[in-house]
């Protein structure tokens, strides 16, 4: 989520007489002062508060600004529309905000459109309390002003204080140590009030359980400060994007920017050596060695800031409510074959939640090696004797940066764990709207594979994710857990975060709610004449440093 598919507190428009020369040069791969992009799939939406996935992440944080953003090709925060911040409880939030800046509809950024983003969010009524819409809300702040349901959370943000044009104080209801890394989120990003206003942007409704907004905003009116101007959305061909001139910043390199949904990862490979684009994201392992080869082509490398898991969901009537047969889940998925045979060398196995430059990360957790014999056992002393039944989900027509391949992972799995014992059911689905809504709802199986790639740099944004409070997708009540998790966010000083979160990684592994199995290092092809892409650990990154040599 990029989406990742779970929830805290509880992851498509794509281009004018741009698109007609676009269309006339091959996807304007050659053309000067334009770079073709590729992703693995449209967005889902252009308004950054409603998504969760790193497809529509890719678009809007070039769209938009937050008030801080990551240093590039780091988790390190920096300064962005706020100029400096500070707080002396982790409870109120003083930004100073930047002066002369103006959202792309000629309306300026001030403190008033700080508040007005902020409280926009925490006033979300009805459909926009769903999940499905408003998923980094809660996963950052819990609940809203006024909670619908009661599997929402009191929220952590109570207000926002305009002082003068140009500072604003964020209030939170308890100390945070994580709030601000979590401003960098595209999800927080300042839109323009105006622009929200006149096209709907808070028109929404449910339909068969997914947020859909009814407005023209979300589709058509994206509207930022950032370096980038929409322009354009045609669903399965093309988002286009032009230089904003007016950018407050350093103005992009490039005058064009379009980025093209490809699902299939040969087909991606394919439209880079052919020129169709020239440059794309989640290169599969197998295609590596294939770019490296083509003298006109260049793999970049992301930091590794992911973990791929197998869900175990727990509820009513379900065999996982049996620790044991979690256990012998755990022993039954052969995650090093796994690792080994489709990462190509570039992933590792995960043993828990977190990636091991995260402090917290525990080198004391138990650990599950393959051990067919060990799951048989377990499961004959359980609630469900060998051939125990599981219904088991993948997903498909999709490539994630942790999950390159699904449908060969799942099969690999399916096969160690009928050798452990289970009798496996295989279910399937594709990535968006459905299998995610499932993973998401708590629906899809006994056992689903999913994944996250992390947003800012702390372990809050991938054990408090997961586990700080019940998740449908888990559907779990572990009090020791909840709290532990709580106590760790609501901590200021680093050394007792640190030690809470260690605590923490012992305890879910010991717990068993999901099986990490991998941490990757994705890949991304380039044609070797672009120039000033820097891979972000979080998968989204700013394409205004980036030329096309010889094009501008």
Same mark, same amino acid.
């Given at each position: 989520?990029?989406?990742?598919?779970?929830?805290?507190?509880?992851?498509?428009? =794509?281009?004018?007489?741009?698109?007609?020369?676009?269309?006339?040069? $091959?996807?304007?791969?050659?053309?000067?002062?334009?770079?073709?992009?590729?992703?693995?799939?449209?967005?889902?939406?252009?308004?950054?508060?409603?998504?969760?996935?790193?497809?529509?992440?890719?678009?809007?944080?070039?769209?938009?600004?937050?008030?801080?953003?990551?240093?590039?090709?780091?988790?390190?925060?920096?300064?962005?529309?706020?100029?400096?911040?500070?707080?002396?409880?982790?409870?109120?939030?003083?930004?100073?905000? !930047?002066?002369?800046?103006?959202?792309?509809?000629?309306?300026?950024?001030?403190?008033?459109?700080?508040?007005?983003?902020?409280?926009?969010?925490?006033?979300?009524? @009805?459909?926009?309390?769903?999940?499905?819409?408003?998923?980094?809300?809660?996963? &950052?702040?819990? @609940?809203?002003?006024? *909670?619908?349901?009661?599997?929402?959370?009191?929220?952590?943000?109570?207000?926002?204080?305009?002082?003068?044009?140009?500072?604003?104080?964020?209030?939170?209801?308890?100390?945070?140590?994580?709030?601000?890394?979590?401003?960098?989120?595209?999800?927080? $990003?300042?839109?323009?009030?105006?622009?929200?206003?006149?096209?709907?942007? %808070?028109?929404?409704?449910?339909?068969?359980?997914?947020?859909?907004?009814?407005?023209?905003?979300?589709?058509?009116?994206?509207?930022?400060?950032?370096?980038?101007?929409?322009?354009?959305? +045609? &669903?399965?061909?093309?988002?286009?994007?032009?230089?904003?001139?007016?950018?407050?910043?350093?103005?992009?390199?490039?005058?064009? =920017?379009?980025?093209?949904?490809?699902?299939? %990862?040969?087909?991606?490979?394919?439209?880079?050596?052919?020129?169709?684009?020239?440059?794309?994201?989640?290169?599969?392992?197998?295609?590596?060695?294939?770019?490296?080869?083509?003298?006109?082509?260049?793999? =970049?490398?992301?930091?590794?800031? *992911?973990?791929?898991?197998? +869900?175990?969901?727990?509820?009513?009537?379900?065999?996982? *409510?049996?620790?044991?047969?979690?256990?012998?889940?755990?022993?039954?998925?052969?995650?090093?074959?796994?690792?080994?045979?489709?990462?190509?060398? !570039? @992933?590792?196995?995960?043993?828990?939640?977190?990636?091991?430059?995260?402090?917290?990360?525990?080198?004391?957790?138990?650990?599950?090696?393959? %051990?067919?014999?060990?799951?048989?056992?377990?499961?004959?002393?359980?609630?469900?004797?060998?051939?125990?039944?599981?219904?088991?989900?993948?997903? +498909? *027509?999709?490539?994630?940066?942790?999950?390159?391949?699904?449908?060969?992972?799942?099969?690999?799995?399916?096969?160690?764990?009928?050798?452990?014992?289970?009798?496996?059911?295989?279910?399937?689905?594709?990535?968006?709207?459905?299998?995610?809504?499932?993973?998401?709802?708590?629906?899809?199986?006994?056992?689903?594979?999913?994944?996250?790639?992390?947003?800012?740099?702390?372990?809050? %944004?991938?054990?408090?994710?997961?586990?700080?409070?019940?998740?449908?997708?888990?559907?779990?009540?572990?009090?020791?857990?909840?709290?532990?998790?709580?106590?760790?966010?609501?901590?200021?000083?680093?050394?007792? !975060?640190?030690?809470?979160?260690?605590?923490?990684?012992?305890?879910?592994?010991?717990?068993?709610?999901? &099986?990490?199995?991998?941490?990757?290092?994705?890949?991304?092809?380039?044609?070797?004449?672009?120039?000033?892409?820097?891979?972000?650990?979080?998968?989204?990154?700013?394409?205004?440093?980036?030329? &096309?040599? @010889?094009?501008?």
């Amino acid at each position: 989520m990029r989406v990742r598919g779970n929830i805290k507190r509880l992851a498509l428009p =794509l281009v004018a007489l741009i698109v007609l020369v676009a269309a006339g040069t $091959a996807g304007g791969a050659s053309r000067a002062g334009t770079l073709v992009f590729a992703g693995a799939s449209d967005p889902t939406y252009l308004d950054p508060a409603l998504v969760s996935d790193g497809e529509s992440f890719r678009v809007t944080n070039q769209i938009f600004e937050s008030l801080v953003r990551l240093k590039a090709g780091t988790t390190i925060v920096q300064p962005s529309l706020a100029t400096s911040w500070s707080s002396k409880n982790a409870k109120d939030w003083n930004f100073n905000l !930047r002066h002369g800046v103006k959202f792309h509809d000629g309306t300026p950024f001030n403190s008033a459109a700080v508040c007005y983003n902020y409280n926009r969010q925490y006033n979300f009524t @009805g459909a926009f309390q769903d999940a499905s819409a408003t998923y980094y809300w809660q996963t &950052v702040f819990g @609940g809203f002003h006024h *909670n619908a349901s009661s599997n929402l959370s009191p929220s952590l943000y109570i207000g926002c204080t305009a002082h003068g044009p140009y500072k604003v104080t964020i209030h939170l209801r308890t100390p945070s140590g994580p709030f601000l890394s979590a401003q960098v989120i595209s999800s927080f $990003a300042i839109q323009s009030p105006a622009a929200l206003k006149k096209y709907g942007g %808070n028109q929404g409704e449910l339909r068969n359980g997914v947020f859909y907004p009814t407005g023209s905003y979300a589709f058509s009116h994206p509207t930022g400060t950032g370096p980038f101007k929409f322009v354009s959305w +045609t &669903v399965g061909q093309r988002v286009v994007l032009a230089k904003n001139p007016g950018y407050w910043g350093k103005k992009a390199r490039i005058n064009q =920017l379009i980025i093209r949904p490809i699902s299939d %990862n040969t087909a991606r490979l394919q439209a880079l050596q052919s020129g169709d684009v020239q440059g794309y994201d989640l290169v599969a392992p197998e295609h590596i060695n294939t770019i490296k080869s083509n003298s006109k082509l260049k793999v =970049l490398n992301r930091p590794s800031f *992911n973990v791929a898991y197998v +869900t175990i969901h727990q509820g009513a009537g379900s065999p996982m *409510n049996d620790l044991k047969v979690r256990q012998a889940v755990a022993y039954g998925l052969d995650r090093a074959s796994v690792v080994r045979s489709f990462y190509a060398g !570039r @992933g590792i196995v995960a043993n828990e939640f977190q990636p091991p430059q995260l402090f917290g990360y525990s080198k004391s957790v138990t650990k599950y090696p393959f %051990n067919p014999t060990k799951a048989k056992a377990l499961l004959n002393s359980s609630s469900c004797h060998v051939p125990c039944k599981v219904d088991f989900w993948y997903p +498909t *027509n999709i490539s994630r940066p942790y999950m390159p391949d699904p449908k060969r992972n799942f099969e690999a799995f399916s096969a160690s764990l009928t050798q452990a014992g289970f009798q496996v059911v295989a279910h399937s689905a594709p990535w968006r709207p459905d299998y995610v809504k499932h993973v998401n709802e708590g629906t899809a199986g006994d056992l689903n594979m999913i994944g996250w790639t992390g947003d800012f740099g702390d372990p809050d %944004n991938f054990l408090g994710t997961f586990f700080q409070t019940y998740s449908p997708q888990f559907g779990f009540h572990n009090n020791a857990i909840f709290n532990i998790l709580a106590k760790a966010e609501a901590q200021k000083s680093l050394a007792k !975060r640190i030690a809470l979160y260690k605590k923490a990684n012992n305890m879910i592994m010991k717990f068993l709610p999901a &099986v990490p199995y991998a941490h990757s290092q994705p890949a991304l092809g380039f044609d070797k004449s672009v120039k000033g892409y820097t891979p972000s650990p979080v998968g989204t990154d700013p394409f205004d440093p980036v030329f &096309v040599s @010889g094009g501008v």
